[in-house]
């Protein structure tokens, strides 16, 4: 029975060093680039989504593909001057612990940020290769974990950014 365990540990070790190594390329992301690769592209390589979750799920991880939803910058598009399904985002979730720490990133190349939304969270940033980390902050046995990669596009690609909605011109019948 121990043998059991030591084998099992030691195998979810090695998944989770090739995970870590996977998730240290910040761009592509199983060849799936945002603002460049569409979902007959991302279809042909993976298959359909979950019906029911709209993730695709793997032995490690589980992913969500974020597609433009309008034409170019058309209103309700995605705020990116691409065509209709094109990748626009990629959101990782490890299945399993994947320690921060373990990735061996460039540091100097990343924004650290606290999560707006949740005090215990990191962010930790590369604008030049669109890729964010959440890291769990909290302390306790999850301290250092990563919970999110989010692929989004690279700085290089600002140029396509939509410019921002003005808002409509005041109705000057109106006090």
């Known amino acids: 029975m121990r043998d059991f365990k030591t084998s099992r540990r030691a195998v979810s070790c090695a998944l989770a060093v090739l995970f870590a190594a996977a998730a240290a390329e910040a761009k592509p ?4 680039v945002p603002l460049r690769t569409t979902r007959a592209e991302v279809e042909r390589r993976f298959g359909k989504p979950d019906p029911k979750s709209r993730h695709y ?15 170019g910058c058309a209103e309700g598009s995605s705020g990116w001057d691409v065509p209709r399904d094109t990748v626009v985002q990629i ?3 490890p299945k399993r612990r994947l320690r921060f720490s373990r990735l061996r990133l460039d540091m100097t190349k ?12 990191t962010l930790y940033t ?6 964010t980390y959440r890291v769990f902050e909290g302390g306790g046995e999850y301290q250092g974990r990563v919970l999110k990669i989010q692929y989004d596009p690279a700085a290089e690609d600002a140029h396509l950014r939509c410019p921002a909605q003005s808002p409509p ?7």
């Not at 992301?29 to 799936?32: A, G, L």
């Not at 011109?169 to 109106?174: F, K, Q, T």
């Open 57 to 71: 799920e793997f032995r490690s991880h589980r992913a969500f593909v974020v597609y433009a939803g309008g034409d």
């Open 91 to 93: 959101i990782v979730t």
């Open 169 to 175: 011109p005041a109705d000057p019948a109106r006090p």
């Open 29 to 32: 992301w199983r060849r799936v």
């Open 110 to 121: 990343f924004r650290k940020a606290a999560d707006p939304e949740t005090p215990a969270h």
């Open 126 to 131: 590369n604008e030049e290769d669109g890729v």
